[in-house]
């Protein structure tokens, strides 16, 4: 076998191939983790979103929606009357009926954008298990509570949802009364009214959906409901069902990022085997000389491994650093909420195996074109 | 070149291969273990006069015996997997998806061309109780074959629990049409 240092001596013969190499496989592993965190991000931000216990009543023909959805106010007491074996806090039975809102939101800066609303009653808390009031209190009338995320939806600083801030929608100025979080759920990025408020100032007078929360019943018990008063013209879907349907709707956003890393991961990839068939092939006469002092073919091609791995793996190891300096813990908002960028051991293995696989299987082909010509050829090959 | 050219492709080939469409969990396939208390009611020869639903809605009260002819339609999800309950549309009034032509519908037994009104005025729940008078927590879905767009003609009573604005009937014969 040659030496490990022949192979480190070699990286650095030439400095511009070698800054070629290590900044095409950073931008190809720093592609890559950026790909899976992101599709990793929404994945985990809508699979936490909903509870197998949950079961959300829409409006029929809204399943898709709870936003287009219109289910009428007195459906809340027929569900709590009709359905037994409904999780109850203190005889209170977890049944929200709450209205879900997308509208644009000012704030005291003057920025405005849009915002998920939410309209409830302080039984939301008995179906929204995952939500923390951190500063404040419920809102009354004329006040909102705001997911610790929200501002990155408006995109304001933290401040201008502070406690004791004002919001203005449609020309209301309310309150910020509470400060809540629901981590990595999309509820953290809502900004949520008093039922009441939100009706009166949306101009409706029915629910979007009703939220419940089983304890002994079944999804087929609610199920059961729906068709059993078929006047109130609701379907019963479970609520992480419906986030999982809600993933598969972002599916074409999620295909794009994948394609779009691909193609400039494929563009670096090619730059990268282009610089490598043209440094080995300028090494056709040495690796022959190697040869003829003993050398075999097999340890030849170790060292040109060894050489490419080391490039790649500094490229892994920039764009690591890259990574967790620009990407780990970064917020993105998108329609629903706002998800994270998390390092985790997935997107860490993923981006590793990456950067081997291009230090390995991409070596392979220059290699044995360098290696491939017979000992006398090699020799005189210029 | 060609080799790395080939790998290329392998990997967007199997990255693109989970793009498909998913199925549908709640249309999933309940045909089996149907029990011998919903097999009793499949009747072998169709009961003699047969209404529409939508006329049955107008007339029948509490308690009455009907017999209804309709198709299993009126909304996405049709049956309640693991229950006897179904609902029925008149066809004579909503028309299910499939019958429009180039109408891609994956679900066409929703009738979502129809209007709501019209939707909620022809349609109507099927039931089975036992005999203790308790919902059979056991879906009709695969008996017989039943499955969403099923013709059928259903014989029952009129439920307890049903109004001018919503008709359950509690079935006691299902005949399949086709």
Known sequence: MLPFTYALRNLFRDLSRLAQTVGGSALVVLLLIASVALNQGMDSVLSASGSAKNVILVGKGSEESIERSEVHLDAESSVITSIRGLEEQLGTPAVSGEITYQAPIRTASGKEDQALLRGVLEKALLVHRSVRLLEGHFPAPGEVMVGKLAHRNLGVDASELALGQRIYFENEALNVSGIFTAPGTVLESEIWFDRNDLASLTQRDTLSAITLRMDNAEFDDVHVFTLQRNDLELAAIREDVYYSKLGAFYQPIKVMIWVTAALVSAGAIFGGLNTLYAAFASRIREMATLQSIGYTRGALLVSLIQESLLATLTGTLLAFLIAYFLLDGRTVPFSVGTFTLILTPQVILTGLAAGILLGTIGTLPPAIRCLSPSLPKALRSS | ?178
């Not at chain 2, 309709?70 to 609902?87: E, I, L, S, T």
């Not at chain 2, 879905?141 to 767009?149: C, T, Y």
């Open chain 2, 1 to 178: 070149m060609k080799f790395n050219l080939l790998l290329l492709t392998l990997a967007t080939a199997v990255t693109l291969s989970s793009c498909g469409d998913k199925k549908d969990i709640n249309t999933a396939d309940t045909s089996l273990n149907i029990s011998g208390s919903l097999q009793s009611l499949i009747l072998s020869e169709a009961p003699d006069g047969a209404a529409e639903i939508a006329a049955v809605r107008k007339t029948a009260k509490k308690g009455d015996t009907v017999t209804i002819q309709g198709k299993v339609m009126g909304r996405k999800d049709p049956f309640v997997n693991g229950r006897a309950m179904m609902m029925l549309g008149d066809p004579n009034k909503i028309t299910s998806c499939d019958l429009n032509h180039d109408d891609g519908c994956p679900t066409p037994w929703d009738v979502c061309c129809d209007d709501p009104d019209v939707i909620k005025a022809s349609t109507l729940t099927v039931q089975v109780l036992d005999t203790d008078g308790n919902l059979i927590k056991e879906g009709i879905k695969g008996l017989a074959g039943i499955k969403e767009l099923s013709q059928l003609v259903v014989t029952g009573t009129v439920a307890d629990g049903s109004t001018a604005d919503n008709m359950l009937i509690n079935a006691t014969g299902i005949y399949i049409l086709k």
